[in-house]
């Protein structure tokens, strides 16, 4: 069994935020997922002692939070800076916010980018737009990431975590039944060309899931594709 020796780092702890910016009839919905270090499964085989590590972190909902109908985008930014902050004061936080761009326009992005909270984090945040496509693609030009993640890979990011056991919702949170509620009604069908197609029942909303969704697919990119260092300043002395 590997033992942390005392001068070891502490791990960092790290918050990925998903917000779902609500349209005229949709609420606009965040989640908030924890990233729980890695922990060993099981000790291997034979003579070994060496422990299997999980491929994957587990996550927890530790926030959720869904906003009244018609709420001005400028009131949730100022609510969504007031969060990030928080959670940037904690020891050893790493925190990165994902927000779904799909048909609200670059202004309402920009309002959010333009929160001093939420401009620190620079490149760790992200806007995603959502397509039906199979690629993602991703850009970084407008002092934050962009990307075009297909609707699959993102509810695929949430179903994945949930069937694995890898995602805990945090016990009391008033939204967790919502979250339940909205998984429940939401639907995969299959096109005549076999292709999967997800959406929400008639009747029924999918905010939460999509924010939900959002954190974890942020969460896992993390690992695989790092958000850019800032760019490096010049310093100039004086002699």
Sequence with gaps: ???PTDDAAPSPI???LGLDLGKLADFTALAIAEERPARPLAHRGGTSSSPVWADDPDYTLPWLQRWPLGTPYHAIAVAVARLVANLVA???AEVQLFVDATGVGAAVIETLAAEPAIKALRRSLG???IT?????ARGDDHGYRTFHVPKKDLVGAAQMAIQRHKLLVGEGLPEAETLTTELRNFEVRLTPS???TFSHREGAHDDLVLAT???LWGAQQRAR???PPPPAVAIRRRY
């Design 194 to 196: 076999a292709n999967a």
């Design 90 to 92: 904690r020891p050893r």
């Design 1 to 3: 069994m590997i033992r």
């Design 225 to 227: 594709h790092p958000p």
């Design 132 to 136: 039906a496509g199979h690629e993602v």
């Design 14 to 16: 790290r918050y990925t």
């Design 213 to 215: 969704a959002l954190a």
């Design 127 to 129: 806007a995603v737009t």
